[in-house]
């Protein structure tokens, strides 16, 4: 009977989250928490990239993700963190196929920001379906340097509310059911090319 509990518990924690303040939230969610703490709601980020020239926005969702979903407008580039790789591998925990970490995530990203005359002081704002994938690069481009990277905790597709009566499930939305500008013509420029 502890077990069931536990897991309801579980449950619930992956469903919520929890602090929201003005700019910022903490996310409850252990693999959404990043060691920086920079934290945005889809509507934050969008309201932080009109209010602020030399914010890079990044979508760090695969490329199919955006080729089948769309893509938020204003993304500066689309930089996977995951791959699917060959197709090949099937995830039992997840009842989906499997995804690796993409080698050239950080060698493109650095590749990026300097060309664009930006250093590791510079802002980021990280986007990926649900905040997951967007809190793991966070972390690993805080581990080599970079100051300002935040996390859209909320993706683009949202995350399931607990209590569909809550108001406060209105930062769990995302940035596509927000109705925040986004788009499926996606710009050729902006797409990852890597293979």
Not at 24 to 45: C, F, M
Not at 64 to 84: C, H, K, R, S, W
Not at 117 to 128: P, Y
Request: proline content about 4%; overall charge negative; glycine content about 6%.
């Amino acid at each position: 009977m502890n077990f069931r509990i536990l897991i309801f518990i579980q449950i619930i924690a992956l469903l919520c989250i929890d602090h929201q303040v003005t700019a910022a939230i903490e996310p409850s969610q252990t693999q959404k928490q990043t060691t920086l703490g920079l934290y945005l709601t889809a509507n934050e980020a969008y309201k932080m990239l009109n209010e602020n020239q030399g914010i890079v926005f990044i979508d760090v969702r695969t490329r199919a993700e955006v080729a089948f979903l769309g893509m938020a407008t204003g993304v500066d580039a689309n930089i996977p963190y995951m791959t699917v790789g060959d197709w090949d591998e099937w995830d039992e925990k997840k009842h989906n196929f499997k995804l690796f970490p993409n080698s050239n995530f950080l060698p493109y990203f650095n590749e990026y920001i300097a060309e664009h005359g930006l250093n590791k002081d510079s802002t980021v704002i990280l986007i990926c379906r649900s905040g997951n994938r967007s809190s793991g690069a966070t972390n690993l481009l805080a581990q080599v340097g970079y100051k300002q990277i935040y996390s859209i905790v909320d993706g683009f597709e949202g995350t399931n509310p607990v209590d569909k009566n809550n108001p406060t499930n209105q930062s769990l939305k995302g940035w596509k059911k927000s109705n925040l500008p986004w788009s499926k013509k996606l710009d050729e420029e902006k797409m990852y090319m890597e293979f």
